[in-house]
């Protein structure tokens, strides 16, 4: 009895089932004393420990806690596997919170190229939390038999063999890396794509003949937009990266739910398989799925490009780094896990530390063998040459530009047809600059295709804009067409699609004091209610005082041999809006002075180059 009340002083502590000893021998105990009757059941021993002596009671009660032990090791499984679950969803959500951190780091280069100028939808990582100031990442791919089959759902990845990305601080307060190399390898280990970044100049190369170095190449610090004490009026900074002396703005829409973090990166139904070591790093294994559309190159481009299969189960199999909690690797299946249903798999190494340009600098020069040609970017002058291509489209056509009795505070010319090609972009043009493979080609040839004017019947030759001072007549818009007045009005009122569009009104339009007739056709306010609909405007667009209602007129008039629409913003309930606008030409002086001031702006204006 002491041994067996010593394993049941054990067992009670560590909450476990006995020990195999322990339970054999009580079992033997059992069947020694019934040996000469039929062996008890659960119910009869549970029975047999009211009326049993000393020592068949000790023996009942023994099996009576046997069934008391198969309860309770049912409710200790339970719990266990209620803490089992726990762990998972944990450690679920502290990899689901390091890789969505990764990818908005990642997603702020995008979003440094992005041309909306809009600093405050930008995504911002503090210098002083980012952790590190030289960081390395290289991916490598391994594409499966179904990646060929939906080749049209990875446009050209299909041939990628690995990405390398290197980007280095060279102050650790920069918001943007003032070192970056981009490299982008072909299944042949090819390079198909290299760009690198360094202060001043910019290298490019694309599988072609030669390189080009861009010296001086436009860059600029969007965050500058929002500078206190800078430049606001143009937002240039002196280097090519500055020092951010304000916080960006935060994301109040970031879960903090672990459920809802999990749910963000893997979907529903995400599952821990188990823990392993893999190319010598211990990392977790998870599953997890989502939906994956097959798309395959149209077999009829004219009506798609590609043909796009049903909904089916995408299937990922993802290790993530125990320590870091950073993805290492990902295979991906289209419904099922095998070889045969292989898309593709993804394997990434990061190196990041706080390392300077003295020690890891040398990663930042080029060194590919290949001829270089050299350019400076200083020297394009694209507004120039865009302004004189407008001065011959307006001699070539006859083009009339207008103004009204009305304060002037900005205006530009705009013409879809003009494209300028300076030289600094005269590679990307140049099929030479590109490999000799099918991807490529096609890259070429949509280089090329952006450079073509449309020739689209109803594209306007030239467009004027013009917003004023006033609190009557706020904005005009005055768009030129080679079309007859009846085709432009027949265009614009199957544009504009509402019932008050088709309101044609007979009527004249005051031209250097000459009445000339016009048509003017009723369309939505700036609200796009209706006609005759009012709207508060908002004073900080400029449309007048607050209070006030706009409304929108479009006069259509045949002018020497084209088609102007003159588009006008109003102050609906303004006793000018009674008044027919008055228009003057502007003669050549005046428009040299527009796009001189253009040029002139053009040169304050801070642009992001990719």
């Given at each position: 009895?002491?041994?067996?009340?010593?394993?049941?002083?054990?067992?009670?502590?560590?909450?476990?089932?006995?020990?195999?000893?322990?339970?054999?021998?009580?079992?033997?105990?059992?069947?020694?004393?019934?040996?000469?009757?039929?062996?008890?059941?659960?119910?009869?021993?549970?029975?047999?420990?009211?009326?049993?002596?000393?020592?068949?009671?000790?023996?009942?009660?023994?099996?009576?806690?046997?069934?008391?032990?198969?309860?309770?090791?049912?409710?200790?499984?339970?719990?266990?596997?209620?803490?089992?679950?726990?762990?998972?969803?944990?450690?679920?959500?502290?990899?689901?919170?390091?890789?969505?951190?990764?990818?908005?780091?990642?997603?702020?280069?995008?979003?440094?190229?992005?041309?909306?100028?809009?600093?405050?939808?930008?995504?911002?990582?503090?210098?002083?939390?980012?952790?590190?100031?030289?960081?390395?990442?290289?991916?490598?791919?391994?594409?499966?038999?179904?990646?060929?089959?939906?080749?049209?759902?990875?446009?050209?990845?299909?041939?990628?063999?690995?990405?390398?990305?290197?980007?280095?601080?060279?102050?650790?307060?920069?918001?943007?890396?003032?070192?970056?190399?981009?490299?982008?390898?072909?299944?042949?280990?090819?390079?198909?794509?290299?760009?690198?970044?360094?202060?001043?100049?910019?290298?490019?190369?694309?599988?072609?003949?030669?390189?080009?170095?861009?010296?001086?190449?436009?860059?600029?610090?969007?965050?500058?937009?929002?500078?206190?004490?800078?430049?606001?009026?143009?937002?240039?900074?002196?280097?090519?990266?500055?020092?951010?002396?304000?916080?960006?703005?935060?994301?109040?829409?970031?879960?903090?739910?672990?459920?809802?973090?999990?749910?963000?990166?893997?979907?529903?139904?995400?599952?821990?398989?188990?823990?392993?070591?893999?190319?010598?790093?211990?990392?977790?294994?998870?599953?997890?799925?989502?939906?994956?559309?097959?798309?395959?190159?149209?077999?009829?481009?004219?009506?798609?490009?590609?043909?796009?299969?049903?909904?089916?189960?995408?299937?990922?199999?993802?290790?993530?780094?125990?320590?870091?909690?950073?993805?290492?690797?990902?295979?991906?299946?289209?419904?099922?896990?095998?070889?045969?249903?292989?898309?593709?798999?993804?394997?990434?190494?990061?190196?990041?530390?706080?390392?300077?340009?003295?020690?890891?600098?040398?990663?930042?020069?080029?060194?590919?063998?290949?001829?270089?040609?050299?350019?400076?970017?200083?020297?394009?002058?694209?507004?120039?040459?865009?302004?004189?291509?407008?001065?011959?489209?307006?001699?070539?056509?006859?083009?009339?530009?207008?103004?009204?009795?009305?304060?002037?505070?900005?205006?530009?010319?705009?013409?879809?047809?003009?494209?300028?090609?300076?030289?600094?972009?005269?590679?990307?043009?140049?099929?030479?600059?590109?490999?000799?493979?099918?991807?490529?080609?096609?890259?070429?040839?949509?280089?090329?295709?952006?450079?073509?004017?449309?020739?689209?019947?109803?594209?306007?030759?030239?467009?004027?804009?013009?917003?004023?001072?006033?609190?009557?007549?706020?904005?005009?818009?005055?768009?030129?067409?080679?079309?007859?007045?009846?085709?432009?009005?027949?265009?614009?009122?199957?544009?504009?699609?509402?019932?008050?569009?088709?309101?044609?009104?007979?009527?004249?339009?005051?031209?250097?004091?000459?009445?000339?007739?016009?048509?003017?056709?009723?369309?939505?306010?700036?609200?796009?209610?209706?006609?005759?609909?009012?709207?508060?405007?908002?004073?900080?667009?400029?449309?007048?005082?607050?209070?006030?209602?706009?409304?929108?007129?479009?006069?259509?008039?045949?002018?020497?041999?084209?088609?102007?629409v003159f588009t006008f913003t109003v102050n609906s309930k303004d006793p000018a809006d009674?008044?027919?606008?008055?228009?003057?030409?502007?003669?050549?002086?005046?428009?040299?002075?527009?796009?001189?001031?253009?040029?002139?702006?053009?040169?304050?204006?801070?642009?992001?180059?990719?």
């Amino acid at each position: 009895m002491k041994n067996q009340d010593t394993e049941l002083k054990t067992f009670l502590q560590k909450a476990g089932k006995p020990r195999d000893s322990f339970v054999f021998a009580l079992e033997k105990k059992v069947l020694d004393t019934h040996s000469s009757g039929k062996q008890p059941n659960l119910l009869s021993t549970v029975l047999m420990a009211f009326t049993a002596t000393k020592k068949q009671l000790v023996i009942g009660g023994g099996l009576a806690f046997l069934a008391v032990t198969a309860i309770f090791v049912t409710g200790g499984m339970y719990l266990w596997q209620k803490q089992q679950a726990n762990e998972m969803n944990a450690i679920l959500a502290e990899i689901a919170n390091a890789n969505l951190e990764a990818r908005q780091r990642d997603s702020q280069s995008e979003a440094k190229l992005s041309a909306t100028m809009d600093a405050a939808r930008l995504i911002y990582i503090d210098p002083k939390t980012r952790g590190y100031t030289y960081r390395k990442s290289v991916e490598t791919y391994s594409w499966g038999s179904q990646a060929t089959s939906c080749a049209a759902s990875f446009p050209f990845m299909t041939e990628v063999s690995s990405v390398e990305h290197v980007e280095l601080f060279s102050s650790a307060d920069l918001q943007f890396p003032d070192y970056t190399l981009n490299i982008i390898k072909d299944r042949n280990s090819s390079i198909t794509s290299y760009e690198l970044h360094r202060p001043r100049e910019r290298y490019t190369y694309a599988g072609g003949s030669y390189a080009v170095k861009v010296l001086n190449p436009l860059t600029m610090n969007i965050l500058a937009l929002t500078r206190e004490g800078g430049n606001e009026a143009t937002g240039i900074v002196a280097d090519d990266m500055k020092t951010l002396p304000v916080e960006g703005p935060q994301n109040p829409q970031q879960p903090t739910d672990p459920n809802e973090i999990i749910k963000n990166y893997f979907g529903e139904n995400a599952k821990v398989i188990g823990k392993e070591t893999r190319e010598g790093k211990e990392v977790y294994k998870i599953e997890y799925a989502s939906e994956f559309f097959c798309a395959k190159r149209s077999r009829n481009p004219e009506v798609s490009a590609v043909d796009m299969g049903p909904a089916q189960k995408q299937i990922i199999i993802a290790y993530f780094d125990t320590k870091s909690f950073l993805a290492v690797e990902e295979q991906f299946y289209v419904n099922s896990v095998s070889n045969q249903n292989m898309l593709y798999t993804r394997k990434v190494a990061v190196d990041q530390g706080n390392q300077t340009v003295a020690e890891v600098g040398s990663q930042f020069e080029f060194t590919l063998n290949v001829p270089v040609t050299t350019v400076d970017q200083a020297k394009d002058n694209y507004q120039g040459k865009y302004n004189a291509a407008m001065r011959d489209l307006l001699q070539k056509e006859g083009i009339q530009l207008f103004s009204g009795p009305w304060s002037i505070s900005s205006q530009g010319l705009y013409s879809g047809s003009i494209r300028i090609i300076v030289d600094s972009e005269k590679h990307l043009y140049d099929r030479n600059f590109y490999a000799k493979t099918t991807e490529a080609q096609e890259q070429y040839d949509a280089m090329v295709q952006s450079q073509r004017p449309s020739n689209e019947k109803f594209q306007s030759l030239i467009t004027q804009t013009v917003a004023t001072t006033e609190t009557t007549v706020t904005a005009f818009n005055v768009d030129v067409y080679s079309l007859s007045d009846r085709e432009v009005i027949d265009h614009l009122k199957s544009q504009r699609g509402d019932s008050s569009s088709g309101t044609e009104t007979a009527t004249t339009l005051s031209i250097n004091g000459t009445e000339v007739p016009a048509t003017l056709i009723a369309h939505s306010d700036v609200g796009g209610v209706g006609a005759d609909s009012t709207m508060p405007s908002a004073p900080d667009r400029g449309f007048g005082s607050e209070g006030t209602t706009l409304s929108i007129k479009t006069y259509v008039v045949a002018y020497r041999g084209k088609t102007y629409v003159f588009t006008f913003t109003v102050n609906s309930k303004d006793p000018a809006d009674s008044i027919k606008p008055t228009m003057r030409t502007l003669d050549t002086a005046q428009i040299s002075a527009i796009l001189s001031k253009m040029e002139e702006e053009a040169k304050n204006t801070p642009v992001i180059m990719y």
